[in-house]
């Protein structure tokens, strides 16, 4: 199996590796997923750019720890600087579907890009892909048509604003769908809030905040074989909370318990529920009680 790594760092790089026409903008394009070629296994792929993807089955890409294996049409996101590692040969015509890849440059100083972190389905794992309806699926390809229309026929003063507003549109509304998904898997999604909860009380009675410190949303993400970011989304839709505040909420109810019911000092509370400092635990405990854990301590 080749070790090769390819980096590309640009839209016409990426035309080029895929033995396509010269890109008609030099910082996006729209490319048609049945002319992608791969013909050898293991080659391993870093992207400068952002991509958004619509594909209908299997095609071969190994993302992280996890391969594309879907029978249905389904969107991924991924940004810059993610790794994808081929798995099988890719011939042309076995995959049917769209890419959209745009360079970082493009939303520059635009509103996307200050808010472009706030999606962050393009930092989820592929097996958390959107699936479309139909209907959903037919409105994304009318943002895609427009984005690919005003770039292949009209590139004047105005093409930046109107190509980097149909993309905005469009993960405003993948942003929507996403949701969608999540009401309606509704019945697994409680059972990942509930377990989030059972493993978050696990943690500190079998004493892990002893030798690992406070939790982390990783840990729990792992362990119900989520990634960061959607985990967060998940349990933030489902509880209206974000997994930090479950985590901080829990650990200030176990710190009024042990400074009411001992005598250990406010130090070493601190330490013995993970904190590496104990000022960072009275930080918080007074922006959850309105009052320092000796002030606390003290009226009750």
């Not at 590309?8 to 903008?25: A, G, R």
């Not at 059972?191 to 690992?212: A, G």
């Not at 909420?249 to 710190?255: H, L, M, N, R, T």
């Amino acid at each position: 199996m080749s070790e090769n790594i390819i980096r590309i760092k640009s839209i016409s790089q990426m035309h080029e590796l895929l033995d396509l026409p010269k890109p008609k903008h030099p910082l996006i394009s729209v490319i048609d997923a049945s002319k992608l070629m791969v013909p050898e296994i293991g080659v391993k792929v870093i992207q400068d750019f952002y991509m958004v993807s619509l594909k209908d089955k299997s095609c071969g890409l190994e993302y992280g720890r996890n391969s594309f294996d879907f029978e249905e049409g389904v969107m991924t996101f991924s940004a810059p600087g993610q790794v994808y590692t081929t798995t099988k040969p890719i011939e042309q015509n076995d995959i049917q579907g769209w890419m959209m890849v745009f360079h970082p440059d493009l939303i520059n100083n635009t509103h996307l890009g200050m808010e472009i972190e706030n999606f962050s389905f393009f930092n989820y794992e592929v097996f958390e892909a959107l699936h479309l309806s139909e209907d959903e699926e037919k409105t994304i390809e009318n943002c895609v048509s427009n984005i690919q229309a005003e770039y292949e026929q009209r590139i004047d003063n105005h093409s930046q604003r109107v190509i980097v507003s149909n993309i905005e549109l469009l993960l405003n509304y993948s942003l929507r769908f996403y949701e969608r998904q999540f009401n309606t898997r509704t019945n697994q999604s409680k059972d990942i809030v509930s377990r989030f909860n059972h493993e978050l009380k696990n943690y500190f009675k079998s004493q892990k905040n002893l030798e690992d410190g406070l939790p982390s949303i990783q840990y729990f993400a792992g362990k119900a074989n989520l990634s960061k970011h959607y985990f967060s989304d998940l349990i933030k839709k489902e509880s209206g909370r974000t997994p930090k505040d479950h985590i901080n909420d829990f650990v200030v109810e176990k710190a009024k318990t042990l400074l009411l019911g001992t005598q250990q000092s406010v130090s070493e509370i601190a330490y013995d529920l993970g904190f590496n400092y104990p000022h960072y635990f009275t930080r918080l405990f007074k922006s959850k009680t309105g009052q320092t854990p000796k002030e606390f301590r003290s009226v009750n």
